[in-house]
């Protein structure tokens, strides 16, 4: 079983920054690849990105691709994603999540055992 418990929500204005981040406990973080999916309302959930075990691979949705950046910290059982030049279309709901397979680099959340609860991203333009 893992918990994870994702932080770093807020409202701030398009061209801004803010850090998520997901903490996690219980099984294994650091044999676990990771992913943030977001959920705009009345859309579906979404991949953003995605990173391995060992954080030596990352993979983003062409959307936020040099404006976002997933890292990890296995000491302490967390995984990042920074958000820069953040715009109105980036508001939604954004979850972590995580897959056992520790190599996986996957955009289909059907592949992913665990999730946080989510946390509210709120881009003013």
């Known amino acids: 079983q893992v918990q994870l418990v994702e932080s770093g929500g807020g409202l701030v204005q398009a061209g801004g920054s803010l850090r998520l981040s997901c903490a996690a406990s219980g099984r294994a973080f650091s044999q676990q690849s990771m992913a943030w999916f977001r959920q705009a309302p009345d859309k579906e959930r979404e991949f953003v990105g995605a990173?391995?075990?060992?954080?030596?691979?990352?993979s983003y949705v062409d959307s936020v691709k040099g404006r976002f950046t997933i890292s990890r910290d296995n000491a302490k059982n967390t995984v990042y994603l920074q958000m820069n030049s953040l715009k109105s279309e980036d508001t939604a709901v954004y979850y972590c999540?995580?897959?056992?397979?520790?190599?996986?680099?996957?955009?289909?959340?059907?592949?992913?055992?665990?999730w946080g609860q989510g946390t509210q991203v709120t881009v003013s333009s």
């Open positions: 990173i391995t075990s060992s954080g030596g691979r990352t």
């Open positions: 999540a995580a897959n056992p397979l520790p190599f996986s680099i996957n955009r289909n959340s059907a592949n992913y055992d665990y």
